[in-house]
């Protein structure tokens, strides 16, 4: 039953790392790998050189992963400890369908979303004008779309990242809870003893995970909007890839900056499970 499953991951994960060689080429799509010329090093002195338009996409990346792993990444802990508190499990249902939905919008609908509400012409400026008010630039302001992309992430992904967190609470035995009630514990402290210790595991688990894909902050959420801020505030090394190197014809580049980028996702995921062991949690894999 695992053969489909295995060979899918290897023909679309793995086997196209080979492509990776083109990194040491001047590639050229129409001569292939095999009559391309061998370039060495070359390709990666954007990297080595500092250079600028690069250096910005890194630190846009930074900044941007920093604010998501800070504000989006307890968000979905919060929501499946208040819906594990809902007494009603219909009311529970309700909710978790509700905050299900849109993970399942692509994000051209998401971003159009937005737009209708919070554009020049959106249904905020429309409220703002229509009572004499000064309508509010936030779509194409560079200085808030950080916040813009950080508030689309929350509301979009979520409620769905709530389903690991549920199905942990739903294996804590609610002897714990009676017996904590028992002893005067109010439901604050229940949460603080009792739930929040049986999370630490996946929450560990999550944040390894989280960290090796830090460096992948949305290429499609960001490529969408790009247009509108403007390169300076917007672009990050994904964009950038695709930018300067495909768009530009610079795939050798843009292969060496993906493949740098993945050996740093690498390093990030170790270090972070040895960190996991030190403080006795499994985390990806036991070395």
């Keep these: 039953m695992a053969v489909p499953g295995i060979a899918a991951l290897l023909a679309f994960h793995y086997l196209p790392l080979l492509g990776n060689v083109i990194a040491f080429q001047d590639y050229q799509p129409f001569l292939g790998i095999g009559g391309s010329a061998w370039t060495g090093l070359e390709n990666f002195a954007v990297i080595v050189n500092g250079d600028p338009d690069f250096l910005n996409a890194v630190r ?13 990444f307890p968000i979905p802990i919060v929501l499946a400890l208040m819906l594990n508190s809902l007494l009603s499990e219909r009311m529970r249902r309700i909710v978790q369908n509700v905050l299900y939905l ?7 609908v998401v971003v159009a979303i937005f737009q209708q509400l919070l554009g020049g012409s959106g249904l905020l400026n429309s409220f703002l004008l229509a009572r004499g008010a000064e309508p509010l630039d936030i ?3 560079p200085d808030v779309f950080i916040g813009l992309l950080t508030s689309q992430v929350i509301w979009k992904d979520s409620g769905w990242a709530t389903i690991l967190f549920l199905a942990a609470l739903s294996q804590v035995d609610q002897s714990l809870y009676e017996a904590s009630a028992i002893d005067g514990a109010s439901r604050i402290r229940q949460l603080w003893h ?4 049986a999370l630490k595991g996946v929450i560990i688990l999550l944040l390894i995970l989280r960290l090796g894909d830090s460096l992948n902050v949305g290429f499609e959420q960001i490529i969408l909007q790009q247009q509108a801020v403007g390169l300076e505030a917007s672009e990050v090394i994904d964009t950038y890839v695709f930018n300067f190197g495909i768009l530009g014809s610079n795939w050798g580049t843009a292969a060496a900056v993906g493949l740098v980028k993945g050996l740093i996702a690498t390093v990030l995921v170790i270090a972070a499970n040895k960190v996991a062991h030190i403080f006795g949690e499994d985390g990806v894999y036991r070395s």
């Design 102 to 108: 849109p993970h399942f919008l692509s994000w051209v």
């Design 139 to 141: 779509i194409s302001n």
């Design 194 to 197: 009792v739930s929040l210790p």
């Design 60 to 72: 846009n990346t930074l900044i941007l992963t920093l604010v998501q792993v800070i504000f989006v």
